[in-house]
């Protein structure tokens, strides 16, 4: 299934803002920061990754259920899957 790129803005500016937080990360290794404040900044990126999957799965099942053959069992199956691997 295709996402539609209009409804993926705020995924998109979410992946985005972890990026920015990604290349801080890189700084502070680089600058030998402390680890406690390292393994925050990995750990707010890591949520905010893990959102931005659900917020993904989410849209598609709405454009699956709004489709007009609606939902098929191996959509389902495949939107399923997709969820159970950001666990």
């Known amino acids: 299934m295709k996402l539609e790129p209009a409804e993926m803005t705020p995924v998109i500016n979410r992946i985005k803002r972890a990026q ?3 290349n801080g990360i890189l700084r502070m290794l680089e600058e030998g920061r402390e680890c406690e404040d390292v393994v ?7 949520r905010a990754l893990d959102k931005a999957g659900f917020a993904i799965v ?5 454009q699956a259920l ?3 053959e609606g939902m098929r069992a191996l959509d389902l199956q495949r939107m399923e899957k997709l969820f159970l691997s950001l666990a």
């Open 20 to 22: 920015g937080q990604l």
């Open 58 to 62: 989410s849209i598609g099942l709405q």
């Open 66 to 68: 709004n489709s007009p």
């Open 40 to 46: 925050t900044q990995v750990a707010a990126v890591s």
